[in-house]
Each structure stands twice: as structure tokens, then as C-alpha cells.
């Protein structure tokens, strides 16, 4: 209570609650009125694990009635936090989340079976590329500039790196160029954005419609007739991490990998040190929630920035060069398609944190992995539900399960020494 004696007014979110009780009605509609006889079996075990976990059978309508039961307790419970003022823990979320996917998994294999580890491994491959986006979105975003145009530089890496992997033969030095790509459209969003003063959004939709076309251009006119020579499909090989990658379940997911994978762990862990815990971080941060008082004590705000964006930019630039160093292969016209606003929304989702962005990141990889799983055990979900449910469960997290948040209050302001 303030020196005055009036009461301090307490703002409340309710998104988190309604977007629980979404999820809870959803789940008793497909769980209890259109539940399905069967039991789903989830594969656990894979090949070259120290030792083999049994099946998991799910009875299908047993599983719908008890994850429902549990998901309406967490609705109510998140209510009575809401309402108390007092903020829903993350992990209670985490577990809310497991469980509907749990259920739902229940329900959409009953009859038939899915290999887990299998469908894990997919769920981090399509995460990558968006891990590598977010971390370049928190960095950018923390030092005060919005970055739209992360889906420009996913694909000017895909493009850059599949083009000077293919002339050199090493995917290495195309993974250096993805980098520097990711930097030089870096470069053009600070210049604008910092320099010029242009509208953050504008500039960053800008860069992204002048990417795609540019990199489509030369893609018809280049790539496409020279195949065998500029677009082979290079790629890094899998190496598996001794002992590690013989854990049951996660080994094969996270230690059977290529080098890209590694390098997005490594980034994960160094953006996220090196933004909390030193100089160079404290000083983003300062710039990015007050740049008037950055300045005074002799920071640098306009170089700072400039700076920050073009790491945040060759960081997404290795996003890009997964799409072709490791998935694929070869550079395909807008093969990103759409990645970067996905990326943009993990880093909403994750509150400018990179270990929470990193996590949103994931899950959305496992929403987009979810279709092809689904599609390939004859789901009764409609395909075309399947297609969109990546942006579904985006639009959800971002619009209702985020809750109360606030980014870096310089974000997307232009800052004019005074």
C-alpha cells in the first residue's frame, strides 16, 4: 500500500485461465462425447539402447476421461491464482501441455501404434531452424530493435549456404556463408531502422518480400538450370555421441544429430549466459529498457545496436543453413515457408528469455511433426486441420496461454540522442 493510503490497483490476466478452459472443453468434446474404442500403443524403445522400455498401451476412452478430469482441475486451479493476482507457475503449463498431448495422442491412435522416440526426433528437427530464430529474435528484440525479418534471413542462409556448399563441396564453408548473409540483411534492417529511423515492422516485412523474390529469382534463373553444380545438396553427416546417444528415448533425439543441432545446444547455452551473466549482456539489456539512461553512463546506444542486430542476424542466418545443410539437402523456392514469423512468435511466447523462447520453439516443432505422424497412422483428425495445426497451436500460445507479459520497453523505439 503506497504513503497515501490508497490501495494499489493489481491488473489481472485472464488469458492464461481461458485459454485452459479452451483446451478443457476441447478435450471433453473429442475425449468424452467423440471418444474412440481402442487402446493407442506408444512405442518407447529404440534400436542401440542400453535397454529396451516396454510399450505403453493407452486405453483410449479410460486415457480421454482421466486427462480431461486432470486438465479441468488445472483450469480451476489457474482461476483461483488469476483471481488471487498471484501468476500461474510456467511449469504447471509445461504439464497442463503434456498432458492434452498425452490424451490426444490416446484418442487419435486408438487401434494403432506410434514409435515416440521416432516422432520426437522429427519434432526437434523442424524446431532447430526455429531455435536459432528465436535466439536472434530475443537478442534483437533485448537491445531494442524488432525483428520482423528473421524469415528474410532464414532464406538468404538456406539459399547462401546450399550455393557455396555446392561450389566448394564443404558444407562448412556453406555454413560460414550462412552466416554471413544472415549478417548483410542485418545490416539493412539496423541501417534503416537505426540509422534512418524507419518503422522497425515496415522494414522488416520489407526485407522479407525482397528475399523471397530475390531468392526465387535466382533459384529459376540459376540454381534450377545448374542443379548439378550450385544446388547438389551438400549435406552434414549424422555423428552419434558415444554412450550418450544409447539413453533410452532422449539419446537418439538429441545425440544422433548433425553439426548444426550441436551448434543450436551450444547457442542456447552461450546466448543465454552470455545475456544474463556479463558485461556485454547487461549493456544490451540497458539499451534495450532505457537507452536515455544507457547513454548517459557511456553507452554506445546506436552502436550497440547496430551491432547486436548482425549477431542476432548471422545467429538466424545458421536457422537458414539448416534447411539445407541438414534437412533437405537443396535450396527450394521459399523452403522456409513461414518459419521466421513462427520463430518471431516463440520469442513472444517465451518472453524474450532464450531458454522459454527455445522451449516455445519446440513445441512448435512438435506441432508442425505432429501432422506428418498423425497423416502417416490413418488419424481420424481431417488433413486439412493437420495442415494448420502448427498455426493454431501459435495463434494459441501467443494469444492465450502466454498471459501477462511485457518486452523490452525500448523495443521497436527509435532513439534520437538528445
Known sequence: MPLDGRPVETTRSWKLPIGYGVFTLLALVLFGFGHRPGTATLRLASK????????????????????????????????????????????????????????????????????????????????????????????????????????????????????????????????????????????????????YLVDQVIVGVVINAFISGLTGFLYSQVLSPNQQTLNIGIRFPKFEVPVLHQIPIIGPIFFEQSVVVYLAYVAVAVVTFGLFKTRWGLRLRAVGEHPQAADTVGINVTSTRFWNVSLAGAIAGLGGAYFTLDATGGFTKDMTAGAGYIALAAVIFGRWDPIKATLAALLFGFASNLQNTLSAVGSPVPSEFLLMLPYVVTIFAVAGLVGQSRGPAASGKPYIKS
Open 48 to 195: 542401440g539402447d542400453f535397454f529396451a522400455l516396454p510399450n505403453l498401451p493407452l486405453p483410449a476412452t479410460a486415457t480421454g476421461i482421466v486427462v480431461t478430469v486432470l486438465l479441468a482441475l488445472a483450469t480451476v486451479y489457474a482461476i483461483v491464482e488469476t483471481r488471487a493476482s498471484r501468476r500461474v507457475p510456467l511449469w504447471v503449463t509445461s504439464v497442463f501441455a503434456i498432458v492434452f498431448v498425452v490424451g490426444f495422442l490416446a484418442w487419435a491412435v486408438a487401434g494403432d501404434s506410434i514409435t515416440i522416440p521416432g516422432m520426437l526426433f522429427g519434432a526437434l528437427g523442424l524446431a532447430v531452424p526455429l531455435v536459432f530464430g528465436a535466439l536472434g529474435g530475443v537478442i534483437s528484440e533485448r537491445v531494442g530493435v524488432v525483428n520482423i525479418a528473421i524469415e528474410g534471413q532464414f532464406l538468404a542462409g538456406a539459399f547462401t549456404s546450399a550455393l557455396i556448399a555446392s561450389l566448394t563441396g564443404s558444407p562448412w564453408v556453406g555454413l560460414v556463408g550462412a552466416l554471413v548473409a544472415g549478417v548483410l540483411v542485418s545490416f539493412v534492417l539496423a541501417a534503416f531502422s537505426i540509422k
